[in-house]
């Protein structure tokens, strides 16, 4: 059963943007910490930004002031608007869910490429 689901990644210029959702099924939505990771070719996974249950937000220093992450607990839904986006901004964008003492799941990915 595919839990979370990754759409909305594609290919722009630089100081384009792009909004990445990632769809929730069959959790309790609001009990999870949300999270956007990424991951370019060679190099680890790191957090990009979170959000709280309570919509408290957290950012990498690299992406603050151009990327908002945003959650609609009614659609079961967190979003990553990324505006200003540079070259090093490519990799695979990956939404994650957390639950303290429980569980962790994984979306599928999805691609950004920033070029020109």
């Known amino acids: 059963q595919v839990q979370l689901v990754e759409s909305g990644g594609g290919s722009v210029q630089p100081g384009g943007s792009l909004r990445l959702s990632c769809a929730a099924d069959?959790?309790?939505?609001?009990?999870?910490?949300m999270a956007w990771y990424r991951q370019a070719p060679g190099k680890e996974r790191e957090l990009v930004a979170q959000?709280?249950?309570?919509?408290?937000?957290n950012y990498a220093d690299s992406v603050k002031g151009r990327f908002t992450i945003s959650r609609v607990n009614a659609n079961n839904t967190v979003y990553l608007q990324m505006n200003s986006l540079k070259a090093e901004d490519t990799a695979v964008y990956y939404c994650n869910a957390n639950r303290i003492w429980t569980t962790t799941l994984w979306g599928q990915g999805t691609q950004v490429t920033v070029s020109s």
């Open positions: 069959g959790i309790s939505f609001s009990f999870y910490i």
């Open positions: 959000i709280s249950r309570s919509g408290t937000t």
